[in-house]
């Protein structure tokens, strides 16, 4: 009989994922794979030695008593002339291991985040966010095993989240380097989505206590105060853009537009259909027609009012009645484009729309308690914002009057 220890010996694994380290029994040209549970990158493994990571030697330490414990069970069977079977020969290894326990080893905390995804049944958008964090998760390399879910191991993820919003100095930006866009809400959307991974996990008993229940409080979603929008100016030259007709330019332009007057975040946009819409006579205005809709947005499941306005319909009949479709990095990239050749010195993306929509309503006359409802806001605290950005504005009219006066 001889043992080894192999990577991924059915090489499914893909590139940049962990893959499974096996032991590899040969009794007489016939091959057993027993599973030890760990799971490491490729250029992780080498020599038959975990390398490249922080708990290498806690790591190898383990495999080699798996291995010895493999060992021993092989050769008790072969001794009482029984069948090799791999499934009882992994159950016994686990439970004679040294820690008592395989939860850290047989089932990678990442791995079992990355299989319950499928499983939450949550809106495009949001599972998009669980992904990223896994991401992060993966890129960080501070919690990766169930044994790494602690409130101090929480911390130093919270430490790493935060080293990403550095400045660059003048030197890394000439070798090019970007630094990563991350917010102080980009910091709270992880720790929130990561808590909710630790409540299931709990749940389904693989944690006894999430290490958040020790941090209660400690990490708070950022406030933004300012808010950026487009001034009426600017809108006037987004506007008097002319792209050539049906290029991915001009389908940017009109979709840009039509998150304007609408005020529908990218995800509601892209889901509009006219058949939500009711076509509603205008009281004392024979021949004049509204749509109105009420609505629920694709992120929150909130209920919002809408109503087209004028430009959204001239939108709307050049795409018979649709909104372009494209996918938002590919439309965030136009945006650039457009908003350099209109002169606009605010960077462009798709949610400035609905900023600009917020504060023009607003210096218009709009209450904001009917604002909270076109945006679909949950708590009006979330609409005060814009308030305070139109009372800003009207502070500098004011200084501006006051200095004229003197």
Same mark, same amino acid.
């Given at each position: 009989m001889t043992s080894v220890i192999v990577f991924d010996h059915r090489g499914r694994t893909e590139k940049g994922?962990?893959?499974?380290?096996?032991?590899?029994?040969?009794?007489?040209r016939k091959v057993y794979y027993v599973n030890t549970g760990v799971r490491v990158l490729r250029n992780e493994w080498k020599y038959g030695?975990?390398?490249?990571?922080?708990?290498?030697?806690?790591?190898?330490?383990?495999?080699?008593?798996?291995m010895r414990a493999v060992e021993e069970q092989v050769n008790e069977r072969l001794e009482l002339q029984q069948e090799i079977n791999v499934l009882e020969i992994r159950r016994a290894v686990w439970s004679a291991s040294a820690s008592g326990s395989t939860d850290d080893y047989s089932a990678p905390?990442?791995?079992w985040y990355e299989e319950q995804l499928p499983l939450l049944g949550l809106k495009h958008g949001t599972l998009k966010h669980y992904k990223t964090t896994l991401t992060r998760l993966r890129a960080c390399g501070i919690i990766r095993k169930w044994s790494d879910c602690t409130v101090a191991n929480v911390e130093r993820f919270d430490s790493w989240l935060h080293g990403l919003k550095k400045t660059l100095s003048d030197a890394e930006a000439k070798t090019g380097m970007t630094a990563a866009r991350i917010?102080?809400?980009?910091?709270?959307?992880?720790?929130?989505? /990561?808590? *909710?991974?630790?409540?299931? &996990?709990?749940k389904f008993g693989k944690l006894k206590q999430s290490p958040y229940d020790s941090l209660k409080g400690e990490f708070k979603r950022g406030v933004k105060e300012s808010v950026e929008y487009l001034t009426e100016e600017e809108v006037a030259s987004f506007m008097n853009l002319h792209p050539m007709d049906g290029s991915t330019m001009a389908a940017a332009r009109d979709l840009f537009v039509f998150q304007l007057y609408t005020g529908l975040?990218?995800?509601?946009?892209?889901?509009?259909?006219i058949r939500n819409y009711k076509k509603v006579a205008v009281s004392g205005k024979p021949g004049e027609y509204r749509w109105v809709s009420v609505g629920e947005r694709v992120k929150t499941g909130v209920p919002f009012v809408s109503q087209l306005l004028p430009p959204v319909i001239d939108v709307l009949e050049r795409y018979n009645w649709q909104v372009p479709k494209l996918q938002n990095g590919e439309y965030n990239?136009? /945006?650039? *484009?457009?908003?350099?050749? &209109?002169?606009?010195?605010t960077k462009m993306h798709s949610h400035l729309a609905r900023h600009t929509f917020a504060t023009w309503m607003l210096r218009n006359g709009v209450k904001i308690e009917n604002l909270a409802r076109m945006l679909g806001h949950r708590k009006i605290e979330q609409t005060m914002?814009?308030?305070k950005v139109?009372?800003?504005?009207?502070?500098?009219?004011?200084?501006?009057?006051?200095?004229?006066?003197k």
């Open positions: 994922r962990p893959g499974p380290l096996e032991v590899r029994i040969t009794i007489q030695l975990v390398v490249n990571r922080p708990d290498s030697d806690e790591l190898n330490e383990r495999l080699a008593i798996i905390f990442l791995d917010s102080d809400s980009g910091v709270y959307t992880y720790h929130k989505n /990561l808590m *909710a991974m630790f409540r299931r &996990a709990v975040a990218f995800s509601d946009a892209q889901r509009f259909d990239q136009c /945006l650039k *484009a457009l908003g350099l050749a &209109a002169g606009i010195q914002r814009y308030a139109v009372a800003q504005s009207v502070h500098d009219d004011f200084e501006m009057v006051a200095a004229l006066l």
